[in-house]
C-alpha cells in the first residue's frame, strides 16, 4: 500500500524534504461519492463496462461496507464502531393464543426450500468446564447477494461442554416434537478452537459437526451477517425470549478484545457456511443440492 503508507509519513517526510514534498491524492472510488473529482453523480459507476452499478452494489451487499470501503472507495474505515444496527428485521415463529401470548404447539414459519444447519460457539473445549456458549438454528432461502436468513432457534448461556451437546441436539431436532430437522452444526476449527468439533464429536459420536474457519478475525468474520442484519435479510423472531438478549449482543459488537461475542460467532459461522454452500451453484443445482453439505433431509414440512 505505497500510497497508504507515504500518506501515513507525510507529516514527517515534510520535516525532511519541506517545500520538495508535493503530494497530490487522487481518490476515484468505484460508486462515485459527494463531490466526485470526476463530475459523476453519486452512486455512478467508475468503470461501468466491467463493474457496473449493480454489479458493484451486489459485491457491496456481500463483503460488507467495512471491506468495500477500503477494497472499491479507498476509503478505509477503522474497527471499533458498531457494526450491526439496533433494529434488525423481525418475524413472527409462533401462532398466537386468544390472550396475545405465542402458541408454542403451532409454528408459522416453516422451511420451504431453505438450507438449514446450526451456527455454534463452544466457548470450552474442556469437557468440565462451565463457560458461556451460544448456537442458532439458522435457515437460507437464495444465494449471492439475493441470500436471506432466518433465526429459528437457539441459546446463549452457560454450560459444560456435555450439556452443550444435548442441547444441541435438541437444536438438531427442532422446536417441535416429531420435527427430526437432523442439522448438521458449524464450529471454528483453527488456532486454540481446533480441537474443540473432535471435543463435541468424542462426547456423542452422532453428532454432525462441521468445522469451519472463519473469514479472519472476528470483525470481519461478521461482516456478510451484518450486511444481512442491516439490509432486513437477517430476520429474528418477534415472540421468542432469547431474541431479545440476541439483538443486544450483535447491535453492540464493536470487534474489540474482552468483548461479549459468543452469538456473533455463532450466527457469522452459520451465514457465512451457508453463502458458501451455493455460491458457485446456480439455482437448479441449488434445488438438487438443497440440504447439501449439512446432512438434512429435505422433506416438507
Keep these: 500500500d505505497l500510497i497508504g503508507r507515504i500518506l501515513a509519513k507525510e507529516d514527517e517526510l515534510r520535516e525532511e524534504l519541506g517545500d520538495q514534498l508535493v503530494i497530490v491524492r487522487i481518490r476515484l472510488p468505484a460508486l462515485a461519492e459527494d463531490g466526485d473529482p470526476l463530475g459523476r453523480q453519486i452512486g455512478e459507476a467508475l468503470w461501468a463496462v466491467r463493474f457496473n452499478e ?3 452494489n451486489a459485491i457491496r451487499a456481500v463483503i460488507g461496507e467495512y471491506s468495500f470501503a477500503a477494497l472499491y472507495q479507498q476509503n478505509p474505515r ?3 464502531a458498531l457494526l450491526f444496527s439496533a433494529a434488525p428485521s423481525r418475524f413472527q415463529l409462533w401462532d398466537t393464543l386468544p390472550d396475545g401470548a405465542p402458541d408454542i404447539s403451532r409454528m408459522v414459519w416453516v422451511p420451504r426450500g431453505h438450507r438449514m444447519l446450526i451456527g455454534c460457539d463452544p466457548a470450552a473445549s474442556e469437557k468440565t468446564k462451565a ?3 451460544a448456537a442458532y438454528v439458522l435457515a437460507a432461502i437464495g444465494w449471492g447477494e439475493d441470500m436471506e436468513v432466518w433465526v429459528i432457534d437457539g441459546f446463549s448461556r452457560q454450560m459444560t461442554v456435555p450439556k452443550l451437546v444435548r442441547n444441541l441436539q ?3 431436532r427442532g422446536p417441535m416434537p416429531g420435527q427430526n430437522w437432523e442439522l448438521a452444526v458449524a464450529v471454528e476449527a483453527v488456532g486454540a478452537f481446533k480441537a474443540v468439533p473432535q471435543t463435541l464429536f468424542e462426547e456423542d459420536p452422532t453428532l454432525p459437526v462441521m468445522g469451519v474457519v472463519p473469514n479472519g478475525d472476528k470483525w470481519m468474520n461478521a461482516q456478510l451477517a451484518a450486511s444481512l ?5 437477517l430476520h429474528v423472531p418477534v415472540d421468542v425470549p432469547w431474541a431479545k438478549n ?7 459488537f464493536t470487534g474489540a478484545k474482552g468483548g461479549k461475542d459468543d452469538e456473533v460467532d455463532a450466527i457469522s459461522h452459520g451465514v457465512n457456511e451457508l453463502f458458501k454452500a451455493v455460491q458457485n451453484q446456480t439455482p437448479n443445482d441449488e434445488q438438487a443440492n438443497l440440504w447439501s453439505p449439512f446432512g438434512c433431509q429435505g422433506r416438507a414440512l
Design 54 to 56: 449493480r454489479r458493484l
Design 78 to 80: 477503522y474497527k471499533g
Design 131 to 133: 463457560d458461556y456458549s
Design 170 to 172: 435438541a437444536l438438531r
Design 229 to 233: 442484519w442491516n439490509r432486513g435479510k
Design 246 to 252: 440476541l439483538i443486544h449482543r450483535l447491535s453492540n
